[in-house]
């Protein structure tokens, strides 16, 4: 049965409304449980575009011996470096990440990945093994996307 709310009731459910959609947007890109790996670099653009809005693309430095396209969130917290094959396609990944964003790092990659190692996660990719390893560097950490070779 439908019921009508009364204005206070609208007035106390719009922010908790609000609020909870604000912080489901708030997830983000590389640990959302999709993997680039073997996207087109079209296809990573579309991707990046349409489900990690939180990133934009980045040129203030481009390095002519690698095939890349490297993204930076709002808050320059997380820097998305994706690597390509002379054919454009994704062959690995790399998310450079303040020491602000370890936890929550963390979280999305037990939540998104089988735990496979100390810092090490995997995903199946068709018939394939992708691996995410997380380092951790003096001023950043790193989490890594790849193939082990």
Sequence with gaps: MWRCHSKQEMR????????IACLLSL????????????LTKEEVEVMVKEKHREF????AVVNQRFN???YVNGLRTRTWIL???????CRSAKMVCDYGEFDEVLEELNAAYEKVGEMEWACQLNRDTVYFTLTRQEWY??????RKQ
């Design 68 to 70: 890349y396209l490297k």
């Design 141 to 146: 950490f790193t989490v890594r996307e790849a």
């Design 83 to 89: 690597y390509f094959t002379d054919e454009d396609i």
């Design 12 to 19: 106390i459910q719009t922010p908790c409304l609000l609020l």
């Design 27 to 38: 997830t983000n890109g590389l640990l959302k449980g999709q993997s680039m790996i073997d």
């Design 56 to 59: 934009r693309h980045d040129n």
